[in-house]
């Protein structure tokens, strides 16, 4: 399926104090967002794990820089899990958590996870999230590559520097 990675700038997020969203430095842990995502009601915790790859369009990655403007970053987050509740109105536990700084190959960079009462919706929820969020978190990352070069990238594709 299909969904609109749009949100509406107008759109005024719903905290719900269950979720959790993050910019950290810290490395991730998917057993941590999982506990986050998990709930009684929950009949299906759905994550998503985003982890530095070793290339780009064949070229080989050394290593990632990520940065993002924080305070808007957060309130994107919590705008996508109030889209996702208009949608899905059952999720229960919105979790995402990304991470700044130098990272290395194998590293994650980002988890998304969504708790919910079914599966479907869960893995519904948990891909819009993620679609949405490579859009729209003013998140960027620089690609260092193998020949010692390197160039800034905003993680929805749209290239920001050269080389």
Request: aromatic fraction near 8%.
């Amino acid at each position: 399926m299909n969904y609109s990675a749009a949100l509406s700038i107008g759109t005024i997020p719903q905290r719900n104090s269950k979720d959790s969203f993050a910019i950290t430095l810290a490395p991730l842990s998917v057993e941590e967002i999982y506990t986050l995502a998990d709930d009684p009601a929950n009949g299906a915790v759905v994550m998503m794990s985003g982890t530095v790859r070793n290339q780009t369009d064949g070229q080989a990655v050394v290593s990632l820089e990520y940065q993002a403007y924080e305070p808007m970053a957060v309130r994107v987050f919590q705008q996508i899990a109030t889209e996702m509740r208009r949608q899905w109105v059952d999720v229960n536990r919105v979790v995402i958590h990304h991470r700044v700084g130098h990272l290395q190959v194998g590293e994650i960079s980002v988890l998304v996870a969504v708790g919910c009462p079914h599966r479907g919706e869960a893995f519904a929820a948990c891909q819009y999230a993620i679609d949405t969020l490579k859009h729209n978190v003013p998140i960027w990352k620089k690609e260092h590559w193998a020949d010692g070069s390197s160039s800034w990238v905003s993680i929805g594709s749209c290239e920001v520097t050269g080389h």
